[in-house]
């Protein structure tokens, strides 16, 4: 059958169209895949090509409130391996093996595995000889990765506070874990690219991203102060070998915590050489346990912001016991202390007069001081691990737990409860939140990313009562139970507490947690320090036998440290047959030889230099030093 031109043309026509239809949509394809897949598909092969060796970045280094190092790094190279790469397995695994102390069968089965890259274990964070040692052997698809480990310079200084970071530098325990985001940083890499059979690129530049750096944390605590805590710390677990030690230093007008340390301890960068019960214990905001009568100076802080005494005026008589719903709560002198003033009853840390408080009080008032001053609950330290302590449920609290309550019994409460709360009682009757972190600080331009106040929760008692409870508690220091933490040149304030420790239902025989809590100056408190010993041995365990004096060394030279001036104004210390005499230091300069030999002096006098005449002394005049004790003089001749 015979077609027509007009249908050959017809069919020629369409034919056409479509292919040029056909044409234009390969076309566009084409377009859209050059100028708009192009990149995507480009990146996608070079991803399937490229291999990344890690590079970690620096986690950020924790410092004290001066700058001071506190955790810091240090470089620790990682060996890594591109399995595709190395051309003889077997020779590669037996060097590998020498170098890194690894067996060859484990070596040759790493180099070996079906993976793009491999990170040898026992290459992880080593020396830089040993990295320098890999990279000598020449081994084609052996990799040495920029890392770093972290770094204790004090070693087991602030050890618990601190924490450690584990092997890939993320925080396990203390601030490293509390504030793990902002010092761990965002990983970088080196990434070099490689065909199917593994082989490099060399055609192809390798791509580097930097790491991004961690955080600096800037902490509240004072390396200064921090340094002679830990230094009385470690003379007292040499002479009382105790059961366990806590200390705590801080600022009571904004809660910064200036100290913290406790005992037994260790050292961040060798935590798994101790047990866990030790590092995951932070014992100055962990442990719970009966404060004994420090914490009369809560229900002291009640019945004066109450009016319910009068410190001067109101007496008590203190047979040595008191009788309270059909129990017998002794006082700790045997045979009491017969009739005192209520300042007196401070001083001497009488159960009884305390128990006499808390009636006059009422077990709602009493309660309701106990929970403003912040107990049964977390004080929000920025530490894991905080313990709330155990209150009376009120509804339970009968005559013989109110009187035992009154004067730090039967109730638990933590170390760093004590602190906030002695705190608010002494700095005008505001209570604070403690803290520890400072500053999070950009360690590349400096700037501060983020900067923490103090917290005020509440006011807890007026300035008045705050007043009276500071000179009483100077008092207890001057001539009371604590005088032992007298600090010559500074007044300082404190009250004792010497608590039983409880074991299934009883109270052990010899075996308690002796304390002191003080503050200086007296009449403006800008340390505030505590130190509680656990079961002391060898000793009298009374706290102010054996916390008081420490508190006294960590209060003295802080306050120095701090560039507190000492004064002249202090209540004068009540001696004990026990103390030596206190000999205030004269001026000696100008005097001759001559003049010295008739200035009796009951001092012993290190003499220096050739001449005739004193030019210089040590220590200053009007410091007072126990009698016999020794002043160095400078000797020169004078014109």
């Given at each position: 059958?015979?077609?027509?031109?007009?249908?050959?043309?017809?069919?020629?026509?369409?034919?056409?169209?479509?292919?040029?239809?056909?044409?234009?949509?390969?076309?566009?394809?084409?377009?859209?895949?050059?100028?708009?897949?192009?990149?995507?598909?480009?990146?996608?092969?070079?991803?399937?090509?490229?291999?990344?060796?890690?590079?970690?970045?620096?986690?950020?280094?924790?410092?004290?409130?001066?700058?001071?190092?506190?955790?810091?790094?240090?470089?620790?190279?990682?060996?890594?391996?591109v399995p595709r790469q190395i051309k003889d397995p077997a020779d590669a695994s037996e060097k590998l093996a020498a170098v890194?102390?690894?067996?060859?069968?484990?070596?040759?089965?790493?180099?070996?595995?079906?993976?793009?890259?491999?990170?040898?274990?026992?290459?992880?964070?080593?020396?830089?000889?040993?990295?320098?040692?890999?990279?000598?052997?020449?081994?084609?698809?052996?990799?040495?990765?920029?890392?770093?480990?972290?770094?204790?310079?004090?070693?087991?200084?602030?050890?618990?506070?601190?924490?450690?970071?584990?092997?890939?530098?993320?925080?396990?325990?203390?601030?490293?874990?509390?504030?793990?985001?902002?010092?761990?940083?965002?990983?970088?890499?080196?990434?070099?690219?490689?065909?199917?059979?593994?082989?490099?690129?060399?055609?192809?530049?390798?791509?580097?991203?930097?790491?991004?750096?961690?955080?600096?944390?800037?902490?509240?605590?004072?390396?200064?102060?921090?340094?002679?805590?830990?230094?009385?710390?470690?003379?007292?677990?040499?002479?009382?070998?105790?059961?366990?030690?806590?200390?705590?230093?801080?600022?009571?007008?904004?809660?910064?915590?200036?100290?913290?340390?406790?005992?037994?301890?260790?050292?961040?960068?060798?935590?798994?050489?101790?047990?866990?019960?030790?590092?995951?214990?932070?014992?100055?905001?962990?442990?719970?346990?009966?404060?004994?009568?420090?914490?009369?100076?809560?229900?002291?802080?009640?019945?004066?912001?109450?009016?319910?005494?009068?410190?001067?005026?109101?007496?008590?008589?203190?047979?040595?016991?008191?009788?309270?719903?059909?129990?017998?709560?002794?006082?700790?002198?045997?045979?009491?202390?017969?009739?005192?003033?209520?300042?007196?009853?401070?001083?001497?840390?009488?159960?009884?007069?305390?128990?006499?408080?808390?009636?006059?009080?009422?077990?709602?008032?009493?309660?309701?001081?106990?929970?403003?001053?912040?107990?049964?609950?977390?004080?929000?330290?920025?530490?894991?691990?905080?313990?709330?302590?155990?209150?009376?449920?009120?509804?339970?609290?009968?005559?013989?737990?109110?009187?035992?309550?009154?004067?730090?019994?039967?109730?638990?409460?933590?170390?760093?409860?004590?602190?906030?709360a002695i705190s608010a009682a002494v700095n005008g009757g505001t209570l604070y939140t403690p803290y520890i972190a400072k500053?999070?600080?950009?360690?590349?331009?400096?700037?501060?990313?983020?900067?923490?106040?103090?917290?005020?929760?509440?006011?807890?008692?007026?300035?008045?009562?705050?007043?009276?409870?500071?000179?009483?508690?100077?008092?207890?220091?001057?001539?009371?139970?604590?005088?032992?933490?007298?600090?010559?040149?500074?007044?300082?304030?404190?009250?004792?507490?010497?608590?039983?420790?409880?074991?299934?239902?009883?109270?052990?025989?010899?075996?308690?947690?002796?304390?002191?809590?003080?503050?200086?100056?007296?009449?403006?408190?800008?340390?505030?320090?505590?130190?509680?010993?656990?079961?002391?041995?060898?000793?009298?365990?009374?706290?102010?036998?054996?916390?008081?004096?420490?508190?006294?060394?960590?209060?003295?030279?802080?306050?120095?440290?701090?560039?507190?001036?000492?004064?002249?104004?202090?209540?004068?210390?009540?001696?004990?047959?026990?103390?030596?005499?206190?000999?205030?230091?004269?001026?000696?300069?100008?005097?001759?030889?001559?003049?010295?030999?008739?200035?009796?002096?009951?001092?012993?006098?290190?003499?220096?230099?050739?001449?005739?005449?004193?030019?210089?002394?040590?220590?200053?005049?009007?410091?007072?030093?126990?009698?016999?004790?020794?002043?160095?003089?400078?000797?020169?001749?004078?014109?």
């Open positions: 059958m015979r077609v027509s031109n007009v249908t050959v043309r017809k069919r020629l026509t369409v034919a056409l169209f479509v292919g040029i239809l056909v044409f234009f949509i390969i076309d566009l394809r084409l377009g859209y895949v050059q100028f708009f897949l192009g990149n995507i598909l480009t990146d996608g092969a070079k991803e399937l090509w490229s291999r990344d060796i890690p590079f970690e970045p620096e986690r950020g280094e924790i410092v004290d409130r001066n700058g001071v190092p506190l955790a810091t790094n240090v470089s620790a190279p990682t060996v890594y391996v890194l102390n690894m067996s060859k069968e484990k070596a040759y089965q790493l180099i070996t595995k079906r993976a793009s890259s491999v990170k040898i274990p026992e290459g992880r964070k080593i020396s830089h000889e040993k990295a320098k040692e890999i990279r000598s052997l020449e081994i084609e698809g052996v990799y040495i990765g920029e890392d770093s480990k972290r770094h204790y310079p004090f070693g087991n200084y602030l050890s618990h506070v601190l924490g450690f970071a584990g092997i890939d530098n993320q925080g396990l325990m203390g601030l490293e874990l509390y504030y793990d985001e902002e010092l761990k940083g965002k990983e970088g890499s080196v990434k070099f690219y490689a065909n199917a059979k593994g082989e490099r690129m060399n055609d192809m530049a390798d791509d580097y991203k930097p790491p991004v750096d961690g955080m600096d944390l800037k902490l509240t605590i004072d390396s200064k102060i921090q340094t002679i805590v830990e230094r009385e710390l470690d003379i007292a677990q040499a002479e009382y070998n105790p059961d366990g030690i806590i200390a705590i230093a801080m600022n009571p007008n904004n809660g910064e915590i200036l100290a913290m340390s406790s005992r037994p301890d260790f050292d961040p960068a060798n935590f798994r050489n101790v047990p866990p019960e030790i590092y995951n214990r932070n014992l100055p905001i962990w442990s719970t346990y009966e404060p004994g009568s420090t914490f009369k100076i809560i229900t002291l802080a009640a019945a004066l912001e109450e009016g319910k005494v009068d410190l001067e005026k109101d007496h008590f008589h203190d047979p040595g016991f008191v009788e309270v719903g059909g129990a017998r709560l002794r006082c700790w002198k045997k045979g009491g202390h017969g009739s005192q003033t209520y300042l007196e009853v401070v001083q001497n840390s009488c159960n009884p007069g305390f128990v006499e408080l808390g009636e006059r009080l009422g077990k709602e008032t009493l309660f309701k001081y106990i929970r403003d001053f912040g107990f049964g609950e977390k004080t929000g330290i920025d530490l894991q691990g905080e313990g709330k302590g155990i209150l009376f449920n009120l509804e339970r609290v009968g005559p013989v737990e109110q009187a035992t309550t009154a004067f730090g019994q039967g109730v638990s409460v933590t170390p760093i409860q004590q602190v906030a500053e999070l600080i950009n360690p590349a331009n400096g700037e501060i990313l983020m900067k923490k106040s103090p917290e005020a929760k509440r006011k807890v008692i007026s300035k008045e009562t705050s007043d009276e409870i500071r000179l009483a508690l100077e008092s207890v220091v001057a001539k009371g139970s604590g005088k032992k933490a007298f600090v010559d040149g500074y007044r300082v304030g404190g009250k004792t507490g010497t608590a039983q420790k409880a074991q299934n239902g009883r109270y052990l025989e010899n075996n308690h947690i002796v304390s002191f809590i003080g503050f200086a100056p007296a009449d403006d408190p800008q340390l505030v320090v505590y130190v509680a010993v656990d079961n002391p041995k060898g000793t009298v365990q009374f706290g102010g036998v054996v916390a008081a004096p420490i508190v006294g060394e960590i209060m003295g030279d802080s306050l120095r440290s701090m560039g507190v001036k000492p004064r002249k104004d202090q209540i004068e210390k009540e001696l004990t047959w026990m103390d030596s005499p206190m000999i205030e230091v004269p001026d000696m300069v100008g005097m001759t030889k001559k003049d010295l030999g008739e200035l009796y002096l009951n001092l012993k006098i290190d003499a220096s230099g050739t001449g005739n005449t004193v030019v210089k002394q040590t220590p200053q005049p009007g410091i007072k030093l126990k009698e016999g004790s020794t002043i160095r003089l400078f000797f020169d001749d004078r014109e």
